[in-house]
């Protein structure tokens, strides 16, 4: 690939040339300046790529849970601690405790918790894991919502990895059709 063409001639002002006149590069100085070029070029695709996140999940578990008794102005309530939510409807239809297996954050204080199911008076099946949104975080107020499919049925699934990718920010708004009034401490 990289020959060198046998010099016919050399003039000490242009430097040695082929039998065409063409310039002829010293053996190895092809290999060299080539080398030099793939050195640039791997440079800087390296920091082009230092500067990326190579995860295309924008939003990450952070954590955050928001702490406190919650309740509607219609018997139904939150009750969440670091590691454990506790929900009822106020109603008799929807009543479950669980543990807090993830906290991911959305965009303007709002979020997902994911629930591994401890024990439901009304059909939830322990084990399984369920997404409680929330959204407009404020000291004393918040915006919360079950994930419910299309018949209104809270939504279950087996394990966590399904459940962190069940519950997610695209899904917000197929998952929750209506947030209420709120919960107030």
Known sequence: MFLVERVTHKDSRQGAKNAKGAKVLKPGAGFIKRAGYCLVLALTVSFLLAGCSL???????????????????????????????????????DQF???????????????????????SDTGITAGNYIGVYYKD????????????????????????????????VDTVSTHVTHW???YTK
């Open 55 to 93: 995860d295309d999940n924008e939003h990450e578990d952070t954590g955050f849970i928001p702490i406190g008794e919650w309740e509607d102005g219609f018997g139904g309530s939150y009750t969440i601690s670091e590691n454990e939510l506790e929900f009822d409807d106020g109603y008799g239809f």
């Open 97 to 119: 405790i669980g543990t807090i297996e993830a906290a991911v954050d959305f965009s303007s204080n709002s979020g997902v918790l994911i629930i591994k199911i401890a024990s």
């Open 137 to 168: 975080l404020k000291s004393s107020h918040v915006f919360m919502a079950n994930a419910v499919d299309e018949s209104y049925s809270i939504i279950e699934v087996s394990n966590l990895n399904n459940a962190k990718s069940t519950f997610t």
């Open 180 to 182: 209420g009034s709120g």
